[in-house]
T-cell receptor, first 113, second 114 residues
Framework: GAGVSQSPSNKVTEKGKDVELRCDPISGHTALYWYRQSLGQGLEFLIYFQGNSAPDKSGLPSDRFSAERTGGSVSTLTIQRTQQEDSAVYLC???FGRGTEAFFGQGTRLTVV | GDSVTQMEGPVTLSEEAFLTINCTYTATGYPSLFWYVQYPGEGLQLLLKATKADDKGSNKGFEATYRKETTSFHLEKGSVQVSDSAVYFCALSDQANTGNQFYFGTGTSLTVIP
């Protein structure tokens, strides 16, 4: 597609359930980022993928969070045993790599009830 | 490590006023600098960029100049409009970093009143 695509756009889940968020980056982009944005807050870095290199997972807030990127393209962010504090907008972005601008998807709004 | 420090908001201006949002950075390498804008209920959009010292990025009447001597990338607009109301994020991408190389400021909320 022309831009970064994220699905679902909205997700409501019960506390304790697992959720999967999907990101389709722009074709040809080697770098992919996940961020979290809580209501009225800034961007919290979660994880960064660059090509075939080991991902930078330094931003993942707990071991309930994991992400993978298959075939250097689509990425899935998984949150296990969701908690209410996980409620936020999860943003995905992609770029051609270091020094280049990142393009963002519209985000997935996750609500844990 | 790398970081971006951005002027705290919120900022409220009257239409046609002059806007400055300050941004300074710390980087180990030679970063590219960006301003992103987030309109209410929407995702982040790239507003402008500069890739080397003394470059000026511009778009939609907004400008920012990459100042290496002061490590700054302040956003300016001569005459704001109500439609400019949004949250503005300063960011850098550092080619020197082996890990995550995209860093964002905390964002500055701008409200323009008629």
């Amino acid at each position: 597609g022309a831009g970064v695509s994220q699905s679902p756009s909205n997700k409501v889940t019960e506390k304790g359930k697992d959720v999967e968020l999907r990101c389709d980056p722009i074709s040809g982009h080697t770098a992919l980022y996940w961020y979290r944005q809580s209501l009225g807050q800034g961007l919290e870095f979660l994880i960064y993928f660059q090509g075939n290199s080991a991902p930078d997972k330094s931003g993942l807030p707990s071991d309930r969070f994991s992400a993978e990127r298959t075939g250097g393209s689509v990425s899935t962010l998984t949150i296990q045993r969701t908690q209410q504090e996980d409620s936020a907008v999860y943003l995905c972005a992609s770029s051609f790599g270091r020094g280049t601008e990142a393009f963002f998807g519209q985000g997935t709004r996750l609500t844990v009830v | 490590g790398d970081s971006v420090t951005q002027m705290e908001g919120p900022v409220t201006l009257s239409e046609e006023a002059f806007l400055t949002i300050n941004c300074t950075y710390t980087a180990t390498g030679y970063p590219s600098l960006f301003w992103y804008v987030q309109y209410p209920g929407e995702g982040l959009q790239l507003l402008l960029k500069a890739t080397k010292a003394d470059d000026k990025g511009s778009n939609k009447g907004f400008e920012a100049t990459y100042r290496k001597e002061t490590t700054s990338f302040h956003l300016e607009k001569g005459s704001v409009q109500v439609s400019d109301s949004a949250v503005y994020f300063c960011a850098l991408s550092d080619q020197a970093n082996t890990g995550n190389q995209f860093y964002f400021g905390t964002g500055t909320s701008l409200t323009v009143i008629p």
